[in-house]
């Protein structure tokens, strides 16, 4: 199947998932979808950089939350539609994600996983002191209850972030499955697999691992977009949160983190746990979940769910 056929294949799930949302009659599964999709962007987004390139980086949520305080931004400036805002954050991020490359790809190993902590903390830093966007205090967004698509059609608000965070996660989806299938994602691998054994045999790794990151960058920013007008009121506390950071790293490691549809299968499994979490015992215990799925997995499948399933499959096929 080639990417176009793909990207076709994708977009009909993702129809079909939202109508399905109409026919459950919930309100709340929008709601819940929009997390889980957020969360499909996040993984494969870091998964670029962690799982492709073996390089771990802690500061997704520094990058989420750049996308998110770049919508509050245009929001006090100037209000802007939210799939404008959506290209402005990702030019952003990606901008941020290439210049932290620049300035940390030399390290290697926990050092540079230690700088993309040290640039997180950093970023809030600036955050909570730029009065502009709220500051410490946080930012509140107002919203419509409905919005009217192409002039005819009006869906209620939550639908119409849903939808935006669906075409963002087939966006990343197709953009993993295509670097995994690429020349691009080729050199990703020799750089995971041997780093001095690649520079050796003239693959540019620098340049490999720039696009990484600004790759990755991207498309967590664009993830980060729409999550003001989702919540309502954005602070450093819920832009920064820990929560991210960990899922973001957390779900490609369960699922695995060397093909495309590894990050797919944990967002989805780990996400749907947590939001059952959420509405059956509470928040608090999300955290949890994620480290004892990621000490399980870590133990039983290191390769991640899909790893596991493909060392099963060559079993059965010697038998």
């Given at each position: 199947?080639?990417?176009?056929?793909?990207?076709?294949?994708?977009?009909?799930?993702?129809?079909?998932?939202?109508?399905?949302?109409?026919?459950?009659?919930?309100?709340?599964?929008?709601?819940?979808?929009?997390?889980?999709?957020?969360?499909?962007?996040?993984?494969?987004?870091?998964?670029?950089?962690?799982?492709?390139?073996?390089?771990?980086?802690?500061?997704?949520?520094?990058?989420?939350?750049?996308?998110?305080?770049?919508?509050?931004?245009?929001?006090?400036?100037?209000?802007?539609?939210?799939?404008?805002?959506?290209?402005?954050?990702?030019?952003?991020?990606?901008?941020?994600?290439?210049?932290?490359?620049?300035?940390?790809?030399?390290?290697?190993?926990?050092?540079?996983?230690?700088?993309?902590?040290?640039?997180?903390?950093?970023?809030?830093?600036?955050?909570?002191?730029?009065?502009?966007?709220?500051?410490?205090?946080?930012?509140?967004?107002?919203?419509?209850?409905?919005?009217?698509?192409?002039?005819?059609?009006?869906?209620?608000?939550?639908?119409?972030?849903?939808?935006?965070?669906?075409?963002?996660?087939?966006?990343?989806?197709?953009?993993?499955?295509?670097?995994?299938?690429?020349?691009?994602?080729?050199?990703?691998?020799?750089?995971?697999?041997?780093?001095?054994?690649?520079?050796?045999?003239?693959?540019?790794?620098?340049?490999?691992?720039?696009?990484?990151?600004?790759?990755?960058?991207?498309?967590?920013?664009?993830?980060?977009?729409?999550f003001p007008y989702y919540i309502g009121?954005?602070?450093?506390?819920?832009?920064?949160?820990?929560?991210?950071?960990?899922?973001?790293?957390?779900?490609?490691?369960?699922?695995?983190?060397?093909?495309?549809?590894?990050?797919?299968?944990?967002?989805?499994?780990?996400?749907?746990?947590?939001?059952?979490?959420?509405?059956?015992?509470?928040?608090?215990?999300?955290?949890?979940?994620?480290?004892?799925?990621?000490?399980?997995?870590?133990?039983?499948?290191?390769?991640?769910?899909?790893?596991?399933?493909?060392?099963?499959m060559k079993a059965w096929r010697k038998?």
């Amino acid at each position: 199947m080639n990417t176009l056929q793909f990207s076709i294949v994708s977009v009909l799930v993702g129809v079909a998932v939202y109508i399905a949302g109409h026919l459950l009659g919930v309100g709340y599964a929008f709601f819940a979808g929009y997390t889980i999709l957020q969360f499909i962007v996040l993984s494969s987004a870091w998964n670029i950089l962690g799982g492709y390139c073996g390089y771990v980086n802690f500061g997704s949520a520094a990058f989420f939350a750049l996308g998110a305080y770049t919508t509050v931004f245009f929001y006090k400036f100037y209000p802007l539609p939210i799939p404008l805002l959506i290209v402005i954050a990702a030019v952003v991020s990606g901008i941020v994600g290439f210049g932290m490359g620049y300035l940390t790809l030399r390290l290697r190993g926990a050092f540079f996983a230690i700088a993309t902590l040290a640039m997180a903390v950093v970023l809030q830093t600036l955050v909570v002191n730029w009065d502009f966007v709220g500051g410490s205090r946080g930012a509140y967004i107002v919203k419509t209850e409905t919005v009217t698509i192409a002039g005819f059609i009006t869906i209620e608000y939550i639908e119409y972030l849903f939808l935006l965070m669906m075409a963002l996660a087939i966006l990343s989806i197709v953009v993993s499955r295509t670097i995994a299938r690429s020349q691009l994602g080729f050199g990703f691998a020799t750089i995971r697999d041997d780093e001095l054994a690649a520079e050796a045999s003239g693959v540019p790794t620098l340049r490999l691992k720039l696009i990484a990151t600004t790759l990755s960058g991207a498309l967590m920013g664009m993830a980060g977009a729409p999550f003001p007008y989702y919540i309502g009121y954005l602070q450093p506390a819920s832009a920064f949160a820990l929560d991210y950071g960990v899922n973001s790293i957390a779900m490609p490691i369960i699922g695995g983190t060397t093909s495309w549809i590894g990050p797919l299968v944990g967002a989805i499994l780990l996400g749907s746990l947590q939001q059952l979490a959420t509405v059956t015992i509470s928040s608090a215990v999300n955290l949890l979940i994620v480290g004892l799925l990621l000490v399980f997995f870590v133990v039983v499948a290191p390769n991640g769910l899909v790893g596991l399933v493909q060392e099963r499959m060559k079993a059965w096929r010697k038998k």
